[in-house]
Structures are given as structure tokens and as C-alpha cells.
């Protein structure tokens, strides 16, 4: 069974840092893209970042470039997402996700595995 789990968030002053982790078990990750979105109440669930397995061809929404950064770990099966500069606007769900079965990476419905999600909340 393919499981993904987050771990690393919690609360932060705006203006800090908080770094996520997703490790990935029951299957062979090496060839996997992986990546990161993010749900606040209210809102549709929305792409953050991706990166594929070699840990190339790495994509970021808009509101998050220049200050997060996906990378993978040396094994593969890990995805950490380091976030600098948090906002108050960067409060939401964060959620793991791996295999994407489409073109479409920034859309959720994409891809096939999913992690619990971890909160991360940023205070003013």
C-alpha cells in the first residue's frame, strides 16, 4: 500500500521559516514526480510546487517563488519543501502528492497519491 506522510508544520510569525517533509513508502519513488499543494478553509485545494524525480524541472506557483523551495532527498522518496518569508496568506493544509497521471501538474485532480496533510499556520 502507497502511503505519503507530512510532517513539519505548525505556527510561525509572519516573517519566518518552516520546512516540510513527505516521505513516501510501499512503492518504488525513484521515477516519481513529486509535489506540494495546499488548502486553506474555504478555498479549492491549490498547487504550490513540483519537482521531478531527479529533482529537475522544478515548477512553483506564482504567490511562492523566491521564497519556498522543493527539493528531493537523496534517496528519492522524500520531498522536503523549505518556506521562507512565511505570510499570513500561506496559512492552509499542506499536502504531499506524488505520480502525476497527466500533462496538468498544477491541477490537483492530476495526481494519484496523497499524503494526510500537515497544518501550517502564520500569524500576523
Known amino acids: 500500500q502507497v502511503q505519503l506522510v507530512e510532517s513539519g508544520g505548525g505556527l510561525v510569525q509572519a516573517g519566518g521559516s518552516l520546512s516540510l517533509s513527505c516521505t513516501a513508502s510501499?512503492?518504488?519513488?525513484?521515477?516519481?514526480?513529486m509535489g506540494w499543494f495546499r488548502q486553506a478553509p474555504g478555498k479549492e485545494r491549490e498547487f504550490v510546487a513540483s519537482?521531478?524525480?531527479?529533482?529537475?524541472?522544478?515548477y512553483y506557483a506564482d504567490s511562492v517563488k523566491g521564497r519556498f523551495t522543493i527539493s528531493r532527498g537523496n534517496t528519492k522518496n522524500t520531498v522536503y519543501l523549505q518556506m521562507n518569508t512565511l505570510k499570513p496568506e500561506d496559512t492552509a493544509v499542506y499536502y504531499c502528492?506524488?505520480?502525476?497521471?497527466?500533462?496538468?501538474?498544477?491541477?490537483?485532480?492530476?495526481?494519484?497519491?496523497w499524503g494526510q496533510g500537515t497544518q501550517v499556520t502564520v500569524s500576523s
Open positions: 519537482t521531478t524525480w531527479a529533482g529537475g524541472n522544478i
Open positions: 502528492a506524488a505520480d502525476p497521471e497527466g500533462s496538468n501538474w498544477y491541477a490537483s485532480e492530476t495526481w494519484h497519491y
Open positions: 510501499g512503492a518504488t519513488f525513484n521515477n516519481y514526480p
